[in-house]
């Protein structure tokens, strides 16, 4: 959005903010700080150069170029490098938290994994100390028809 407009947007939401739930969404992250206009996405025209080195200037929403300075500024070659390296470093940090998670996660299951085999080793001995029962066999004997002894 550009800044010109932006303090209108604004005023729109604070005044329809408890009217739908977008605007209370809205409303509820400008009160927490969350939602903030920074002067990066204020300036909609970006520095670039141009095959023979020369410095034009591209509109990162219309898709214009000028070779004159824009007058609402624009974000030099510098600010977009330092940009995308801050935007490399969240994301090698969120890269991060990620390994560490399925680290943890795969510690867990070889330790569960360890686990389920301790209990198949002390099953196995169990199975070997087992005595075996002193129930003597069954004796059979001639069955004796009724009334006759």
Same mark, same amino acid.
């Given at each position: 959005?550009?800044?010109?407009?932006?303090p209108?947007?604004?005023?729109?939401?604070?005044?329809?903010?408890n009217?739908?739930?977008?605007?209370?969404?809205?409303?509820? $992250?400008?009160? #927490?700080?969350?939602?903030t @206009?920074? /002067?990066?996405? +204020?300036?909609?025209?970006? *520095?670039?150069k141009?095959?023979?080195?020369?410095?034009?200037?591209?509109?990162?929403?219309?898709?214009?170029?000028?070779?004159?300075?824009?007058?609402?500024?624009?974000?030099?070659?510098?600010?977009?490098?330092?940009? $995308?390296?801050? #935007?490399?470093?969240?994301? @090698?940090? /969120?890269?991060? +938290?990620?390994?560490?998670? *399925?680290?943890?996660?795969?510690?867990?299951?070889?330790?569960?994994?360890?686990?389920?085999?301790?209990?198949?080793?002390?099953?196995?001995?169990?199975k070997?100390?087992?005595?075996?029962?002193?129930?003597?066999?069954?004796?059979?004997?001639p069955?004796?028809?009724?009334?006759?002894?």
């Amino acid at each position: 959005m550009e800044a010109p407009l932006w303090p209108l947007y604004r005023k729109d939401v604070e005044s329809n903010a408890n009217i739908d739930l977008t605007s209370i969404a809205i409303s509820k $992250k400008i009160e #927490e700080g969350n939602l903030t @206009l920074s /002067e990066e996405t +204020k300036k909609v025209w970006h *520095e670039a150069k141009s095959d023979d080195g020369g410095i034009y200037y591209w509109n990162i929403i219309t898709n214009d170029t000028s070779w004159t300075v824009p007058e609402g500024g624009y974000l030099s070659l510098k600010e977009q490098r330092e940009d $995308k390296d801050k #935007e490399t470093a969240k994301q @090698l940090k /969120e890269l991060d +938290k990620v390994k560490r998670k *399925e680290g943890l996660l795969r510690m867990q299951m070889q330790k569960q994994e360890d686990e389920e085999e301790r209990a198949r080793l002390v099953r196995e001995k169990l199975k070997e100390r087992r005595v075996a029962d002193d129930i003597p066999e069954p004796v059979y004997g001639p069955i004796l028809e009724p009334g006759k002894k």
